[in-house]
Nanobody
Framework: VQLQASGGGLVQAGGSLRLSCAASGRTFSRYPMGWFRQAAGKEREFVATINWSGDSTSYADSAKGRFTISRDNAKNTLYQQMNSLKPEDTAVYYC????????????????????WGQGTQVTVSS
């Protein structure tokens, strides 16, 4: 499967962005998906995950109440709405897909995911 993330940009603190991740190559709707981010000089960290149907999600504490992950299986697209952005949200954001068993569950570990998009830069100015 190929993943193409987009929607990043420069925004002021308190602003909003909507990231998209377009999937192609295999049946998108079968896979749990996730968003991760990597700030300069730091490890890549979990942000949010969603199961195949979209009825189960999980968020990092830093994202709870501000970010919303969703998916449109008919469009083969994953989304992340990010509101009330903070300078500490500045990072490259990556979407990821988990192939294999367990489509009903959500996954928070990097090692759970088999495919990664190229990343999209989000910069939040203070």
């Amino acid at each position: 499967v190929q993943l193409q993330a987009s929607g990043g940009g420069l925004v002021q603190a308190g602003g909003s962005l909507r990231l998209s991740c377009a999937a192609s190559g295999r049946t998108f709707s079968r896979y749990p998906m996730g968003w991760f981010r990597q700030a300069a000089g730091k490890e890549r960290e979990f942000v949010a995950t969603i199961n195949w149907s979209g009825d189960s999600t999980s968020y990092a504490d830093s994202a709870k109440g501000r970010f919303t992950i969703s998916r449109d299986n008919a469009k083969n697209t994953l989304y992340q709405q990010m509101n009330s952005l903070k300078p500490e949200d500045t990072a490259v954001y990556y979407c990821a897909a988990k192939m294999g068993a367990g489509a009903f569950s959500v996954y928070r570990r990097r090692s759970d995911y088999n495919y990664w998009g190229q990343g999209t830069q989000v910069t939040v100015s203070s």
